[in-house]
């Protein structure tokens, strides 16, 4: 698939090309119980048992926590905090695609909601379920600045943003790779992505073929071309409406893909759904 602009051109098995306009995609989702007069964002679903991770903020987008709620007969059950909450705050939960490990970012290695230096954290899930005690990932994954919106890409690196020295701009996007154990690399990914500006919310798709990031001018797409990141191009009109777009999520398959987006008074941050194929049914009905 490739994303180009606002419209979709999606090319199946046989050779066929089908254009969809992002206008008639993008659909609001507010499930009971999770949707507040608070901000809601950066949702996660945990591919083991299904339930709802998602960050609740103020209005004002400050104090995030991290949230969990799972599927009741009448709705989803009233959030809670993550069975890995720590103090601080903390944002950006993903799973890897098989659950057993669960990525997000947090302050609680300083303790302090006032402190500006998140970092990213690990935690992997027990044999019975249960989480272990998250891991802060080692330098030169994180650093004395901010790390933000850590995600596994299925090429093996770890995609995330930072304001770390030596980018081309304030914050930008950087990747890390394992390459033994507890030894790391990490590589910025270059004028096609960074600018002197902010980019800070990096997210591949399912089959590695796109990246989605956030940056202080919207929401943008890259396609994987030639062996490299082709230079971003801004999403269209229906997903860049004001500017606060945030915390994209694709479904399993890539065909659908979730963000949030402050809607002002009298609520504040909301889920949004682009169905980039026109009717996958995501994200899974409760009940």
């Known amino acids: 698939m490739q994303l180009k602009l606002n419209i979709l051109v999606a090319v199946s098995a046989v050779g066929v090309v089908n254009t969809a306009p992002a ?5 609001r989702w507010t499930p009971h119980g999770v949707s507040s007069e608070l901000f809601e964002s950066h949702a ?5 048992t299904g339930e709802l991770y998602f960050v609740r903020s ?3 987008f400050s104090g995030w ?8 007969g009448h709705g989803w059950s009233v959030p809670h905090d993550a069975p890995f909450a720590g103090k601080g705050v903390e944002a950006d939960p993903y799973f890897t695609p098989d659950g057993r490990s669960v990525y997000f970012i947090s302050t609680r290695a300083a303790g302090s909601t006032q402190s500006k230096d998140l970092d990213i954290w690990k935690a992997d899930r027990r044999s019975d379920g249960t989480w272990a005690e998250p891991v802060r990932l080692p330098a030169p994954v994180n650093s004395s600045e901010a790390e933000w919106f850590p995600r596994p890409g299925p090429d093996g690196w770890l995609y995330f943003g930072s304001n770390r020295p030596g980018g081309l701009g304030k914050n930008d996007i950087w990747r890390a790779k394992e390459i033994r154990t507890g030894s ?3 590589e910025n990914l270059g004028p096609a992505i960074n600018t002197p500006g902010d980019e800070y919310e990096p997210l591949p798709s399912p089959d590695g073929k796109l990246l989605i990031l956030n940056a202080d001018s919207g929401m943008f797409v890259s396609n994987w071309a030639g062996g490299k990141w082709s230079p971003r191009t801004l999403l ?4 860049n409406v004001n500017g606060s777009e945030v915390g994209a999520l694709f479904s399993p398959s890539g065909h659908s893909l979730m963000f949030a987006r402050d809607t002002g008074e009298p609520l504040s941050g909301e889920f949004f759904i682009w169905r980039l194929d026109g009717h996958e049914a995501w994200p899974p009905a409760c009940p």
């Open 58 to 60: 103020s209005k004002k």
């Open 236 to 239: 269209g009109p229906a997903i």
């Open 23 to 27: 206008a008639d995609q993008v659909e």
């Open 184 to 186: 790391w690399t990490v």
């Open 65 to 72: 926590r991290i949230l969990t709620a799972h599927c009741e």
């Open 44 to 48: 996660a679903f945990d591919p083991k």
